[in-house]
Nanobody, 122 residues
């Protein structure tokens, strides 16, 4: 059974940093691309970033480009999102998602985690 469990969220001041983690079990992690998605209060789901199965290719939404870095450790079956220079508009529940194949560009998912809350506020 596939499980995706996020951690690392919390309350941070504007300009601060957080590192999110997503622990994956129940599938061959190194064979699939992964993404981070977020949902702010009262808004729809927003794609944030994606990484291909090997970790060699990444992509970012314009809203986070240059501030966020996605990475993965296939030996540890873990996905990461390093978030720097955080802004109040980054406040959201962040979830990781398993893509249908190995390509970062395949923005179709079959499993999601429960999410971790990130709040950026002074």
């Amino acid at each position: 059974e596939v499980h995706l469990v996020e951690s690392g969220g919390g309350l941070v001041q504007p300009g601060g940093s957080l590192r999110l983690s997503c622990a994956a079990t129940g599938f061959t992690f190194s064979s699939y691309a992964m993404s981070w998605l977020r949902q702010a209060p009262g808004k729809g789901l927003e794609w944030v970033s994606a990484i291909n199965s090997s970790g060699g290719n990444t992509s970012y939404a314009d809203s986070v480009k240059g501030r966020f870095t996605i990475s993965r450790d296939n030996a540890k079956n873990t996905l990461y999102l390093q978030m720097n220079s955080l802004k109040p508009e980054d406040t959201a529940v962040y979830s990781c998602a398993k893509s249908l194949d190995s390509s970062w560009s395949t923005k179709e998912y079959d499993y999601w985690g429960q999410g971790t809350q990130v709040t950026v506020s002074s």
